[in-house]
């Protein structure tokens, strides 16, 4: 459940690590405050009509569509995810591979952020220094029988804002686990196999392509 909770809220995002400190203000709130302000818009449209959403799967992907995913790069997510396998793919092959990404991702995850509540997750006192344009914002989510376990968003500013870029969960980071299990297919393979199963799943499971990245 915590799988499923914390990559519901992350269901796309990446943005390449920086590679000197920003130079420049970034516009919008920092990496806490974004952090925080996104979880409650998600909780209070969540607790306004909770049924609703359990019940309806486009209602939901509409949810995460207007509230998270405009903090996420889904575009470099997917691309860090393929990762050596993003250079060899044809620009349709890529523009593809974004969408079913993502909407895999939404039809798997999307429904378990139905679950998410106020006493479920933890937004713990920032560290780090913003001016060097990557923060890490750490988070506890409440299991079921209490247990807390550690969340952790990396954070980049980037020049539409703090955009998250992975999450680490028990010390596992959604990037490298992503990147290995795709990675290790698409050798079996092949690219095409993989984007066109991706495209299935969310089919299968009633998800539609959202356009993004």
């Known amino acids: 459940m915590i799988r499923r909770i914390a990559l519901a809220i992350v269901l796309a995002m990446m ?8 130079q420049q203000p970034t516009p919008g709130p920092g990496p806490q405050a974004l952090m925080q302000d996104t979880a409650q818009r998600m909780l209070n449209a969540l ?4 049924d609703a959403y359990r019940k309806d799967r486009q209602k939901m992907n509409g949810l995460v569509d207007r509230i998270l995913l405009p903090n996420f790069d889904t575009e470099y997510s997917a691309r860090l995810v393929l990762g050596k396998h993003w250079r060899a793919a044809t620009a349709q092959q890529r523009k593809r ?9 939404l039809a798997k995850y999307g ?17 780090g220094d913003e001016a060097s344009g990557q923060a890490t914002v750490r988070t506890e989510v409440r299991t079921n029988d209490g247990t807390r376990v550690p969340v952790n ?14 999450v680490t969960i028990e010390g596992i980071s959604y ?39």
């Open 111 to 127: 429904s378990a952020l139905a679950q998410f509540t106020a006493d479920r997750m933890t937004i713990l006192p920032f560290r």
């Open 153 to 166: 968003y990396s954070m980049r500013a980037t020049p539409q804002g703090w955009r998250a870029w992975d």
């Open 47 to 50: 607790d306004a009509d909770r």
């Open 175 to 213: 990037v490298k686990n992503f990147r290995d299990d795709f990675g290790a297919e698409i050798e079996q393979r092949g690219v095409e196999s993989v984007i066109a199963r991706l495209e299935a799943d969310a089919a299968s499971l009633g998800s539609v392509t959202s356009g993004a990245g």
């Open 15 to 22: 943005l390449p690590p920086a590679a000197h400190a920003q």
């Open 97 to 105: 591979f974004v969408d079913a990404f993502y909407s895999s991702m």
